[in-house]
Every structure is written in structure tokens, then in C-alpha cells.
């Protein structure tokens, strides 16, 4: 009886990862299938046209959201004051949770040297919800800012952020130009020279 039992178990675990197997495989072809090529076009949201209103974590069809925060470095003050990481009404300047802007703790702050920090963004715990972004904004010279991980989104003809996007800051870009970038000094003039021309049209 003993003995029945374990070539069952055996047999159940050898059709079982066969099962799994198959299911890498179609995956795989699937995920093959999909890639996009330089001449498709894909969503992309322009940092300068961002409210950071927070739909793009409630209104996209994944869970979480296809949108993260990113973090442009040359744009950074380093501040040890960092509106994108602390609440402006904190009682302290520490790293508490309770002082977070961020919801999920997916900012990192490492100390570099005197009064400078450097600031990482954890995605796998980034929900796209742009609260650090409107802090960085409001009270910083906005360097983080959110943007579309292609690696993740379904490119829906009909993006569900785009249609509900009160900014107006989703458009489609070439696929081999992805992302639209916050680098640099500002927006105005400068930010028009990276736009997809097509944007407006």
C-alpha cells in the first residue's frame, strides 16, 4: 500500500511539471510573438504634461499598474530634504515609515557624504500611484517622474490611463524611442526638443 502511494505521488509529480513545461513553452512563444518591432508605436507619458493626479495606479488594467516612478539623476539636488521621499509636515527628518511620502517604502535613501543622499526607486514595490513625483515637483526640481515599463504593459489600442489622464500627458511614441525622458535644466522649449513631433497632431 505504502509503495502504491509513492508511484502515485510519483506519477502526479511527473505530470504535473510536463503540464508546467507546456505552459513555459506557450508562454514563451507567446511573449516571442508579441515583440514589438522599431517600427510599432507604444504608450508613453511626458513628464512635463504629468499632474501626478494618480490614475495611473488606480485606471490600468494590471495589477499593479504598468507605470513606475523613475528617478533622473542629473536632475537630483541630493538633498537630504527630499520632498519625493519625506512628507513636507513631518514631525522628523528620518526614515520612519510615518514620515514616507511613498505608500510601499519602494524609495531607497542612501547616504553619500556631507549633507548629500542618493535616492533609488525599488519597482517591484512601486505602485504608480505619483505621490513622490508631486512632492519632487511641488517642492524639489522634479526629478522623479512617472513613465510606462514596456517590459509590462499589454499596449491596449485604448490605453485606460490615456482616456482618463487629465494632463493629456499619454501619447503614442516609436517603439525604438520608448521613453520620453525628464533630463536636463526644465520644460518649456528644451522639453519640446525630445517630444514626439506627432504628438500633437
Known sequence: MVER???????????GLK??????????????????????????????????????ETECVLTPSAVDCVHAYDRCGYCNLCFGYVHPNALEQTTA????????AAIRRTWIEGPYYEYTIDETLCIGCGKC????????????CLQIRHDRCVHC????????????????????????????GGGGDHGRRWRNPSASS
Open 5 to 15: 502511494e509513492s508511484i502515485d505521488r510519483r506519477s502526479f509529480l511527473q505530470t
Open 157 to 184: 489600442n485604448i490605453c485606460a490611463i490615456a482616456r482618463s489622464c487629465p494632463g493629456r500627458a499619454f501619447s503614442r511614441v516609436p517603439a525604438r524611442r520608448p521613453y520620453l525622458l525628464k533630463t536636463g
Open 19 to 56: 503540464g508546467a513545461a507546456a505552459l513555459a513553452v506557450t508562454a514563451a512563444g507567446a511573449g516571442a510573438a508579441f515583440r514589438l518591432s522599431t517600427d510599432d508605436r507604444v504608450w508613453q507619458i511626458d513628464p512635463w504634461k504629468c499632474v501626478q493626479c494618480g490614475r495611473c
Open 133 to 144: 513625483v508631486k512632492g519632487c515637483v511641488t517642492f524639489g526640481n522634479g526629478s522623479l
Open 97 to 104: 515609515a510615518e514620515n514616507q511620502v511613498c505608500p510601499t
